[in-house]
C-alpha cells in the first residue's frame, strides 16, 4: 500500500568535483561545472511544490562549491531540511559560513586507522576529519560519523564507536557499501557481517537501517516485484541542471530543467521514466542505500517496517522532526 504518493528528497549534486579520490566512487572521474545560484533557487522554489521535504546536497564534495551556504540558506529559508556529507578536508575552514545551515551534517570516516583510511579516501583527510569534529562541536553543530562498511572494515566499527563517537557524543551512521555502474566496490558483505551490523543497529547512537539488511538478505531489488522507488521519491538534479533519471548511479536519462522542473517532472516523458523504476534489468539485485531508504518510507510493505525503528531513533537522536515543522 502506498502511504506517500510525492517525492521527499532531492539529492542536487552542486558538483561533481572532489578533492579526494576514493576508490569505491567514480563521481569524481566527470568534468563538471557548478550550480549557480539563479538555477537553484528556481528549482528550489519547484521542489516545493513538488512536495519535497528534503534537500541533500552531495556531489563530489559539496564544500568545493563556494557558494554552498548561500544555497543552504535559500533551501532553509523555503522550509526545507538541509543535508551535506564532506570528507573532512575543507569544513574546518568553511565551518563558521556553515553554521546553523546544515541540520544533518555527515563526516566521512571509514577506519579509526589514519593509514588505512587515507589509503581508502586517495588523499590524506583523516586528521582533517578529526579536526572538523572539534570545530563543529566547539560551534554547536551535531554532526554525524558515516562509516562505510565493507568486508574488511566490520571488525573496526567498535573501535570507531567507543574511541570516536562516544567520547564526542557522535551518532555513528553504517553505510553498507554497494556496487553500481562499473564501480566494483566488493558488494557482497557475508552473512556474518550482515548479523554484526544487525546486532550494531540495536546500540545507543548508532544508525543503521535494518530494511537494508533484510534487503540484501532478500537479494536486492527484483524487477518482477521491485522495491525500488527511486524516481517517485527522489529527484536527483546535476550540476548542469539536468534531471537524472531513473536514479544517478544508472543515469540512463538527462532531461534539461530549462527554468521549469515543476513541469519537467509531471511531463509524460519524466513520468513515464519515472513508472519504470525499480524495473529496467539494471535493477536486478540493487541495494543502493540512496535510494532504497527513501523507498522504504512510502510503501507499507515489510521493509518499511524493518525501516520504522531506525527512522524513529534517528529523528529523535537528531530532532529532525522540528526541522520538518520549520
Not at 502506498?2 to 572532489?18: G, M, Q, S
Not at 575543507?90 to 566521512?108: C, F, N, R, T, V
Not at 551512521?173 to 557482497?188: A, E, K, R, W
Not at 535494518?210 to 529527484?235: M, Y
Amino acid at each position: 500500500m502506498r502511504l506517500r504518493k510525492k517525492p521527499v528528497l532531492c539529492n542536487y549534486y552542486v558538483t561533481y568535483r572532489c578533492n579526494a579520490r576514493c576508490g569505491f566512487c567514480d563521481i569524481w572521474e566527470r568534468p563538471s561545472p557548478y550550480v549557480t545560484l539563479e538555477n537553484a533557487q528556481r528549482n528550489f522554489e519547484d521542489l516545493k511544490r513538488l512536495g519535497v521535504k528534503i534537500i541533500d546536497f552531495t556531489g563530489g564534495e559539496p564544500l568545493l562549491h563556494r557558494q554552498l551556504p548561500e544555497l543552504l540558506e535559500m533551501a532553509q529559508n523555503l522550509g526545507f531540511i538541509t543535508t551535506v556529507t564532506t570528507n573532512g578536508l575543507l569544513y574546518p575552514k568553511q565551518a563558521e559560513k556553515l553554521q546553523g545551515k546544515i541540520d544533518m551534517l555527515h563526516l566521512s570516516l571509514d577506519s579509526p586507522n589514519k593509514d588505512e583510511h587515507d589509503k581508502s579516501r586517495g588523499v590524506a583527510c583523516y586528521d582533517f576529519v578529526m579536526e572538523s569534529i572539534k570545530v563543529a562541536k566547539t560551534l554547536g553543530e551535531r554532526p554525524d560519523i558515516l562509516f562505510t562498511v565493507f568486508e574488511h572494515n566490520v571488525e573496526q566499527i567498535a573501535e570507531v564507536y567507543h574511541k570516536i563517537c562516544l567520547p564526542n557524543h557522535l551518532l555513528l551512521i553504517l553505510n553498507p557499501v554497494f556496487d553500481y555502474n562499473n564501480v566494483d566496490t566488493g558488494l557482497q558483505l557475508s552473512p556474518q557481517s550482515l548479523k554484526a551490523l544487525k546486532q550494531w543497529s540495536k546500540k545507543k547512537y548508532v544508525y543503521l537501517n535494518e530494511g537494508f539488511i533484510a534487503l540484501r538478505q532478500d537479494g536486492g531489488n527484483h524487477i518482477d516485484r521491485p522495491v525500488c522507488k527511486a524516481g517517485s521519491t527522489t529527484l536527483v538534479i546535476s550540476p548542469d541542471n539536468k534531471l537524472v533519471l531513473p536514479c544517478y548511479h544508472l543515469g540512463l536519462e538527462e532531461v534539461p530543467v530549462n527554468g521549469d522542473l515543476y513541469n519537467v517532472y509531471r511531463s509524460e516523458k519524466v513520468q513515464k521514466l519515472v513508472a519504470l523504476e525499480g524495473r529496467l534489468p539494471e535493477c536486478e539485485g540493487c541495494v543502493i542505500n540512496c535510494y532504497m531508504q527513501p523507498s522504504f518510507a512510502v510503501e507499507l510493505n515489510k521493509y518499511w517496517w524493518k525501516a520504522l525503528p531506525s527512522t524513529l531513533k534517528y529523528n529523535y537522536l537528531k530532532g529532525t522532526w522540528k526541522a520538518m515543522l520549520r
